[in-house]
């Protein structure tokens, strides 16, 4: 229990997309397809996206592929090559993708799902077989792409992948001198940044970047969103020197244009401050929280609501400076801020702000300061949500974890128990979310001698966390972790232990990196038992290691 639980996306333009900001999160560059010159009317209507009005039942009626077929041969006989000198005899195809992506969000959100479902499938059935009869041009891509974006409104991932697929192949053998390319490259970026499958996305994004600065220019606002997209590609993918340089870029480009106090800076300099600080650069990363105040500041006054998020961000780079007095004043003012919008912030951001308060409080000695804050948002979970939401749980836990801290075993027992009671209520057993509660209770009855017990609930939860995660995740050498402490105490065969440490180790390397933290310390831990069990000529490898290691870390302050 090192740690409390923390509690807890489109239009067509013809000029640069307002970039519009909250609490630092990176706007998704969604349906931005940019028509610059003045557009004429073509002859030929495009059809791609055929469909019947609805009957009073709403019943769908799909577009047939004899008339897709039909009006693509219209269209090809036609326009012959406009797409490629003259944007305007797009300007069809974009009204029918931009009435689909509308009727589809319109469906999800009054709860028709099976509708969007029936009609986005309606759409790919009839564009694939155009595709499959040799149409591989940028109105199928483009079509391709809306209904990616739309099954990703929708969380079917796997659905999305196929198409990404089948779309990649498509853009790929296109010339990057056509219309449309730039903008679907930046959405399929943004997806496959969903997707976790960053190097697609550090792609997607390079060369919708190259296209862009080639028609506008290296310094034109107009290559931010493929900028910022690459940046944070960059940095998901572990190249965070770049993904710096790429962020400061966009700031000197934006100061430019812009003006040094324009709200468009804040997006890249919460981006970059988040970077900072995960790069340990907290004084840097202070900077460019306090430049995001400013600006909200001299916008809105001091004390709009986006202050008072922004003050968070200050607040978490000031703790990691070692800061820690001065944070828990500006989360404070942060709270006393945003009391007056309380309505208005999303509930785990008002939860976070006071769990993280009450981090620092704790690590400060401050723990009756500290417990008062956790038990607040019991009390304003349960007055909400009631007792049987898994918002109730999680407070239940992160209250439990105080009680732990300051070694009150028994009272942490009770309410670990009582949130595992109410998890097991109100889901299947074999849940991932039983298996935090679950978790945190074994360790409390490691810590009360009640092994036999703990080794239960351990063993319990790295087999749910297995069957939901996957064996080589995270949350499961998180168990690992608790089980072999439980292990270790129960006496159990070092050849046991060492090899769920190796195991933790490999999960370690591959979610964290191989030079990472987190390894050198597991790392301690393999070479500790590989001496205990004599294994001296397979521990001198990990040892070189480890001695990298410690050198590449002796510098860093723990804070």
């Given at each position: 229990?090192?740690s409390f639980l923390c509690p807890g996306n489109s239009s067509y333009t013809t000029k640069f997309s307002r970039i519009h900001t909250y609490f630092g999160q990176l706007q998704k560059a969604v349906l931005s397809f ?526």
């Amino acid at each position: 229990m090192a740690s409390f639980l923390c509690p807890g996306n489109s239009s067509y333009t013809t000029k640069f997309s307002r970039i519009h900001t909250y609490f630092g999160q990176l706007q998704k560059a969604v349906l931005s397809f940019y028509s610059i010159r003045p557009r004429k009317r073509c002859n030929v209507k495009l059809s791609f996206l055929l469909r019947t009005t609805y009957a009073a039942s709403d019943v769908l009626t799909h577009v047939t592929s004899d008339v897709l077929n039909e009006a693509t041969s219209e269209w090809s006989r036609n326009t012959g090559n406009c797409l490629k000198s003259d944007l305007s005899c797009i300007n069809d195809l974009e009204e029918q993708l931009h009435d689909l992506f509308n009727e589809v969000n319109v469906m999800i959100k009054s709860g028709k799902r099976n509708d969007a479902v029936d009609l986005l499938q309606a759409n790919y059935e009839a564009i694939k077989e155009q595709i499959d009869c040799g149409f591989r041009g940028i109105e199928e891509a483009a079509v391709l792409d809306i209904i990616a974006l739309g099954y990703m409104a929708l969380g079917d991932l796997n659905t999305v992948g196929s198409i990404l697929h089948l779309l990649n192949g498509i853009v790929e053998d296109l010339n990057n001198d056509g219309p449309l390319l730039d903008s679907i490259l930046m959405h399929m970026g943004s997806v496959y940044d969903k997707l976790g499958k960053f190097e697609m996305s550090l792609s997607s994004y390079r060369r919708a970047l190259a296209i862009t600065e080639r028609r506008y220019g290296e310094t034109n606002s107009f290559i931010i969103v493929p900028l910022l997209g690459m940046a944070k590609a960059l940095g998901s993918v572990g190249r965070a020197r770049k993904a710096i340089e790429t962020y400061y870029r966009a700031i000197s480009i934006l100061e430019s244009s812009q003006g040094t106090e324009s709200e468009e800076l804040v997006v890249p300099l919460f981006a970059l401050g988040n970077l900072l600080l995960e790069e340990r650069r907290a004084a840097d990363a202070e900077t460019a929280f306090q430049r995001v105040i400013s600006i909200y500041k001299n916008l809105y006054g001091e004390n709009d609501i986006k202050v008072g998020l922004a003050l968070c961000s200050l607040a978490s780079a000031k703790c990691r400076k070692g800061n820690l007095d001065e944070a828990i004043d500006i989360y404070r003012k942060a709270l006393q801020v945003l009391k007056d919008y309380e309505h208005t912030v999303d509930d785990k951001v008002m939860d976070k702000i006071r769990t993280d308060m009450a981090e620092l409080l704790h690590l400060l000695g401050r723990e009756d300061e500290g417990r008062s804050l956790l038990e607040e948002c019991l009390l304003i979970a349960e007055e909400y949500k009631g007792k049987d939401h898994p918002t109730y749980v999680t407070h239940l836990v992160n209250l439990a974890t105080s009680y732990y801290r300051s070694k009150n075993y028994v009272e942490a027992e009770k309410l670990l128990r009582i949130s595992l009671q109410i998890m097991l209520k109100a889901l299947p057993p074999d849940d991932q979310a039983v298996s935090f509660p679950m978790l945190h209770l074994a360790i409390t009855l490691y810590n009360l001698n009640q092994v036999e017990e703990a080794e239960k609930y351990a063993l319990e939860a790295l087999h749910i966390r297995e069957k939901a995660f996957g064996k080589d995740s995270l949350p499961v050498g998180e168990a690992l972790d608790c089980l072999v402490s439980i292990q270790k105490k129960q006496e159990k065969d070092d050849d046991k232990l060492l090899e769920h440490l190796k195991r933790i180790l490999r999960i370690q390397e591959k979610a964290f990196g191989s030079d990472s933290e987190q390894v050198m310390e597991m790392l301690k831990k393999v070479v500790h038992y590989m001496t205990r069990l004599g294994l001296k000529h397979e521990k001198l490898p990990l040892e070189r290691r480890l001695t990298h290691l410690r050198e590449k870390f002796k510098l860093a302050v723990k804070y």
